[in-house]
């Protein structure tokens, strides 16, 4: 049997990531604002983690979004 032991830093990222799906879930008038109150703050400290963010910033968490028919964000 194999074990996997991952460091701790790792799976703070993995978390992190993961619980950005749950904005999907929030009422969309709500999404921006916790985006900014509980995910930025935790933010992993790596130039993938900001372009990823950045992507869900322009592209559905921003008012002025790109996506189709100014659907909600997230």
């Known amino acids: 049997m194999v074990i996997i032991m991952f460091d701790t830093s ?5 978390k992190w990531l993961k ?5 999907a879930f929030l009422n969309p008038r709500e999404v921006s604002e916790s985006f900014v109150e ?7 400290e790596r130039s993938a983690y900001y ?11 921003s008012e002025n979004n790109v996506s ?5 964000q997230f």
Not at 10 to 14: A, I
Not at 54 to 59: K, P
């Open 19 to 23: 619980t950005t799906f749950r904005l």
């Open 68 to 72: 189709p028919n100014n659907m909600v």
């Open 51 to 61: 372009k990823y963010v950045d992507y869900l910033t322009d592209n559905y968490i």
């Open 10 to 14: 790792l799976k703070k990222r993995l």
């Open 38 to 44: 509980d995910f930025m703050p935790i933010i992993p």
